[in-house]
């Protein structure tokens, strides 16, 4: 198991709801709000309790997480 896929499973049952929806509108569209450009090729959106910085294949919509902070 991959760090983020850690920090994921041991998020509280509310801020991985959270997680999860934000997962879901990034799966939709990864550059529409609340996406932020990092100014090279990643991007970073923030959900109730954390923020997640990713990377979007430019052939296919695939999202990778980079990292997962839960604040």
């Known amino acids: 198991m991959d ?3 850690r920090r ?3 998020l509280a049952a509310p801020q991985r709801a959270a997680l999860e ?3 879901k509108r990034i799966s939709l569209n990864p550059f529409g709000p609340p996406a932020q450009s990092n100014r090279d090729s990643s991007w970073s959106a923030s959900f109730a ?3 997640v910085t ?3 294949s430019n052939r296919h919509v695939v999202i990778n ?3 997962l902070v839960a604040i």
């Open 54 to 56: 990713y990377v979007v």
């Open 49 to 51: 309790g954390g923020f």
């Open 8 to 10: 994921k499973a041991a």
């Open 3 to 5: 760090r983020a896929a």
């Open 21 to 23: 929806s934000l997962e």
């Open 65 to 67: 997480v980079i990292d």
